[in-house]
């Protein structure tokens, strides 16, 4: 908390330290060993996580703050104390502002915050999102309409990951019973940039690909309504990654073709 007084250099050094501080160790029966002080795991690290938030705004500071919580959120002990809509909302604000540094910082850290390899880690975040379902959407939501083409792409890839995810289930069945998320896809398969248009057609696909499970029926209705709109509009949109798309392409229209 003391680091606005350090150098770039100095700042660095801490950084790899907080990494030492959890890095995860194997013992010789291959069990994990996560080396955390208890410092970490009491009402202290609120403080030290405010702290870390508020100070992304300061262009000498976002670096620093963006790196250690990214660090805590690779701790399970931790992730479900940044797991929280009020910390979400103040990591969004800063994705907004119209500094590219603190942006792009900002967005990387809440990216992290959702995606991660362990599956015991997965489910604490999988877990957050079901408890706070439409409060996460609404947020996740305000993001992918944030005019800034590289935040709204890497948001729509994430979603997908997030979603694609067998962990997440419940989650992807909740998504795609929703009319209005829909809607957005559709909008967004609309957008003038290639790339928008590509990770939107990647949710229709996962969303046509899944619409049995949908628990909403005007879904499917929707979809049935214009299915042969959506055959055209797909056989004729052209994207980025050319190669996954001509294979995604194929999987969405025998999916539209076998619905009725």
């Given at each position: 908390?003391?680091s606005?007084?350090?150098?770039?250099?100095?700042?660095?050094?801490?950084?790899?330290l907080v990494?030492?501080?959890?890095?995860?160790?194997?013992?010789?029966?291959?069990?994990?060993?996560?080396?955390?002080?208890?410092?970490?795991?009491?009402?202290?690290?609120k403080?030290?996580?405010?702290?870390?938030?508020?100070?992304?705004?300061?262009?000498?500071?976002?670096?620093?703050?963006?790196?250690?919580?990214?660090?805590?959120?690779?701790?399970?002990?931790?992730?479900?104390?940044?797991?929280?809509?009020?910390?979400?909302?103040?990591?969004?604000?800063?994705?907004?502002?119209?500094?590219?540094?603190?942006?792009?910082?900002?967005?990387?850290?809440?990216?992290?915050?959702?995606?991660?390899?362990?599956?015991?880690?997965?489910?604490?975040?999988?877990?957050?999102?079901?408890?706070?379902?439409?409060?996460?959407?609404?947020?996740?939501k305000?993001?992918i309409?944030?005019?800034?083409?590289?935040?709204?792409?890497?948001?729509?890839?994430?979603?997908?990951?997030?979603?694609?995810?067998?962990?997440?289930?419940?989650?992807?069945?909740?998504?795609?019973?929703?009319?209005?998320?829909?809607?957005?896809?559709?909008?967004?398969?609309?957008?003038?940039?290639?790339?928008?248009?590509?990770?939107?057609?990647?949710?229709?696909?996962?969303?046509?690909?899944?619409?049995?499970?949908?628990?909403?029926?005007?879904?499917?209705?929707?979809?049935?309504?214009?299915?042969?709109?959506?055959?055209?509009?797909?056989?004729?949109?052209?994207?980025?990654?050319?190669q996954?798309?001509?294979?995604?392409?194929?999987?969405?229209?025998?999916?539209?073709?076998?619905?009725?």
């Amino acid at each position: 908390m003391n680091s606005p007084k350090l150098s770039f250099e100095q700042k660095k050094e801490v950084i790899n330290l907080v990494r030492d501080i959890f890095k995860v160790a194997e013992n010789k029966d291959n069990q994990e060993i996560h080396h955390s002080p208890i410092y970490f795991q009491n009402a202290k690290f609120k403080e030290v996580l405010d702290f870390l938030l508020d100070s992304y705004s300061q262009p000498e500071m976002c670096t620093f703050a963006g790196n250690i919580i990214r660090t805590f959120t690779k701790y399970e002990g931790l992730l479900g104390h940044i797991l929280n809509i009020q910390i979400l909302e103040k990591l969004i604000n800063q994705v907004e502002d119209s500094r590219f540094e603190i942006s792009s910082e900002a967005f990387e850290t809440f990216r992290a915050i959702f995606t991660h390899k362990k599956e015991s880690e997965k489910k604490i975040v999988a877990d957050f999102i079901l408890k706070n379902y439409d409060e996460f959407l609404r947020l996740y939501k305000s993001l992918i309409n944030y005019d800034n083409y590289l935040s709204q792409r890497t948001c729509l890839k994430t979603l997908y990951e997030i979603l694609d995810d067998p962990v997440n289930s419940e989650i992807m069945i909740k998504f795609i019973s929703s009319k209005d998320n829909l809607r957005m896809i559709i909008d967004l398969l609309s957008n003038e940039n290639k790339g928008i248009q590509f990770e939107a057609f990647m949710l229709l696909e996962l969303l046509i690909r899944n619409i049995s499970k949908a628990t909403e029926p005007d879904i499917k209705t929707l979809i049935l309504h214009n299915k042969l709109v959506l055959v055209k509009f797909i056989k004729g949109l052209e994207v980025e990654s050319e190669q996954e798309y001509d294979y995604n392409k194929d999987v969405m229209l025998h999916y539209l073709d076998s619905l009725h």
